[in-house]
């Protein structure tokens, strides 16, 4: 029997009025699930937000929004099981790679309670100094942030649905902004299950989370000048809503997290054998299995000195050929399905396509077992590093490619802006200048760098795991989006305003030290 996922707007859970699309598990193909919106008022939904959620969070003080973090982060710790078993059987993911979503919600959480402790008694947070701007300090400016009286749409794609929903809703919620969620749907009983969590603990206040199971509708259409749009998914989708003619007219504030062509670039000083050569070989065949390479921060593109293809090529090969692919409900299994039946299709076409332009190693692109979305690690050679096929499309999927280059730091970054912008790159060096001349030769184009090295290797996280400490976005291709980044978060919800007028007014009442009496 497949259940109805409903969705809860307006204070209330509502089943959709139409035929529901189907959700299936992606390791038997059984329908587990249907999602269907028809019937909501989307218009109503966002007003609800703005007039119900909006007050109620701006009531409160920064530092009462983050112990309602925290406590949500609790609430939903404690059904952590229950939620890894969905998770294994709607996403496809085994319970290791599960937790990486479902321990990251939470935890993203959490850490936002924990920022909130950087935040002023105020109801606006000061942007720096004051200055002074006329002859005297009598005239004086400040730039102030207050949160915008909006709602906040969450857009969300299918492949962290526990993460990519509370990651956002922390940053809205605690700069004071209602939200209204959307998962992606192969994937929605997850974050189908966090949002009954969510609004049955009751710790977040009436109107200020709103979730919706399938279609958003006329949504875009309805939104205001105060209300933001942050999204996560695919480029192609990403430019049709960047396109909606209400959004463009009333400018919504967007925030956009697309596709990316991540890079890993070993440097000709890695020696073998070395930590820094272990972690790049470690981290590039984690990134290759983890969530069956459904991150969107999973390294696609492998930059090697030509001379030490022949070492790396092996290496990764043995490390990919360790790797067990089968039901995650299995305790053996490293490395479950796709996550649905599209992932599968598009996926066997991009490896199709790059198989074309350079040479198999290992994987594919047929289908491993009869049943389930399942194809194996695959790893492809470019003799070109330059062919185009390496540098057009994003295979979401457990897929990467070898690339040669000459061992400069500048030719690996030319190479790597092939990608025409990523979430994050890696380099592995021990060598200061090296890294310095990758790290500004590649900076312009990643929203993150990472460099592995012998001296940070036993304390590194790897490069695909996004912290709430440090930004998350990237430029082009990516989106050219930010998100998280600690309080930096809070800046798509917020509205930086400058004040200027009597420095006696201007600082006294809102100066970075000033006490708590402006209003909202
Ligand atoms: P997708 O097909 O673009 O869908 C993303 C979200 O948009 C889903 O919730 C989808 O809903 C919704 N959507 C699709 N068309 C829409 C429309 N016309 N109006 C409103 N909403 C619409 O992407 P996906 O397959 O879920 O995710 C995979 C992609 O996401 C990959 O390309 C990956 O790189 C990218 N991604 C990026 C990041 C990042 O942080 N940069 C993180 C994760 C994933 P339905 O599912 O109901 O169609």
């Known amino acids: ?263 890993a670039v070993l440097a000709p000083d890695a020696e073998e054998g070395s930590e820094a050569w272990n972690l790049f070989l470690r981290n590039v065949a984690l990134d290759i299995r983890q969530k069956t390479g459904q991150k969107c921060t999973a390294v696609r593109r492998v930059l090697v000195p030509s001379e030490r293809m022949d070492d790396v090529r092996g290496e990764i090969e043995a490390q990919l050929a360790a790797v067990v692919t089968g039901d995650p409900v299995d305790s053996a299994t490293t490395m479950g399905p796709l996550a649905s039946a599209s992932q599968l299709r598009d996926v066997r076409a991009g490896i199709e396509k790059l198989s074309g332009a350079g040479k198999l190693v290992c994987g594919g692109a047929e289908q491993v077992h009869d049943k389930g979305y399942f194809v194996a690690p695959t790893l492809i050679e470019a003799a070109d590093a330059d062919a185009d096929a390496f540098h057009a499309d994003e295979v979401f999927g457990p897929c990467a490619s070898l690339l040669p280059y000459d061992g400069s730091a500048e030719e690996a970054a030319r190479i790597v802006a092939r990608g025409e912008g990523s979430l994050i790159g890696s380099v592995y060096s021990n060598d200061s200048a090296w890294v310095e001349s990758a790290v500004l030769a590649m900076a312009p184009w990643h929203g993150r760098l990472w460099v592995g090295s012998d001296k940070m290797a036993e304390q590194s996280i790897p490069p695909g795991t996004v912290l709430p400490a440090m930004i998350h976005g990237g430029p082009g291709r990516a989106g050219g989006g930010e998100e998280l980044g600690g309080i930096r978060g809070l800046a798509d919800y917020m509205q930086r305003t400058a004040v200027q007028g009597f420095k006696g007014q201007v600082h006294g009442s809102f100066g970075a030290s000033a006490p708590a009496t402006a209003t909202t």
């Open 1 to 263: 029997m497949t259940t109805t996922l409903q969705s809860y707007v307006q204070g209330a859970w509502h089943a959709g009025t139409g035929e529901g699309r189907p959700l299936y598990n992606a390791t038997t193909e059984e329908p587990m699930a249907t999602v269907n919106s028809d019937g909501i008022d989307f218009g109503a939904v966002l007003d609800h937000a703005r007039s119900v959620g909006g007050p109620a969070l701006r009531a409160m003080s920064f530092a009462e929004r983050g112990a309602m973090l925290k406590a949500l982060s609790g609430a939903i710790h404690e059904h952590r099981e229950e939620l890894l078993d969905l998770s294994v059987a709607n996403t496809g993911t085994t319970r290791k790679d599960g937790k990486f979503d479902i321990d990251g919600a939470t935890g993203t959480l959490a850490a936002y309670s924990y920022f909130a402790k950087e935040l002023p008694d105020t109801p606006f947070i000061a942007d720096g100094d004051g200055i002074q701007l006329g002859r005297t300090a009598r005239f004086w400016g400040q730039h102030i942030w207050v949160p915008r009286h909006g709602a906040a749409v969450h857009i969300n794609a299918f492949n962290f649905p526990a993460w990519n929903m509370m990651e956002k809703a922390a940053c809205a919620l605690l700069a004071g902004v209602p939200v209204i969620e959307k998962p992606g749907t192969p994937t929605a009983m997850v974050a189908w299950r966090i949002a009954q969590i969510t609004v049955e603990s009751g710790i977040l206040p009436e109107g200020a989370y709103q979730f919706i199971a399938g279609s958003t509708g006329d949504l875009l259409d309805k939104m205001g000048p105060q209300d933001v749009l942050a999204f996560t998914g695919s480029s192609w989708t990403a430019a049709k809503l960047r396109s909606n003619e209400n959004c463009i007219r009333n400018s919504v504030h967007m925030n956009i997290e697309a596709d990316s062509l991540n890079a």
